[in-house]
């Protein structure tokens, strides 16, 4: 079988959450889908399942945290150029997202930060590897 990650997200409202994801080109598996819970692929080895809080609490002995006003994993989504990125960012604001931060050009690479409705960061980055340095700067390990 090929390796494939599904990440499990609580979501407070299935519905809205669904929207969202389509709109960052998720398709929904209605096959793994119920009002409860949406299975949305981003790619053929990537799927976020969307889990309503009961449902989440039904695969996990911890509560759902709110991603909203804790840490959590943030998701880093790699598209295929700066344009792309950009359109993820605003169809992700327009499906009910929040953007974190605005555009961070690096010259290799370019990001934007976005939040999930319900705070999940799923952030769009575009990247020319071949063009990266070869280690990070010193300021950005000072932290």
Known sequence: ????IFISLPVADVAASTAFYEAIGCTKNQAFSSDA?????????????LLS???????SPKPPGDARA?????????????EAVDAFAAA???AGG??????????????????????HGVGPFWMD???????????????
């Open 53 to 59: 809080h009961p449902v989440y609490r039904g695969i």
């Open 92 to 94: 992700a604001i327009a």
């Open 129 to 143: 590897a071949a063009a990266a340095p070869a280690a990070p700067p010193e300021a950005a390990l000072a932290d």
């Open 37 to 49: 819970a949406a299975s949305m692929a981003w790619s053929d080895t990537i799927t976020f399942n």
């Open 98 to 119: 929040r953007e974190v931060h605005g555009a961070e050009d690096e010259g290799f690479m370019y990001s934007r930060g976005v939040e999930d409705p319900d705070g």
């Open 70 to 82: 804790t840490g959590g994993p943030l998701f880093a989504l790699a598209l295929d150029s700066r």
């Open 1 to 4: 079988m090929t390796q494939r």
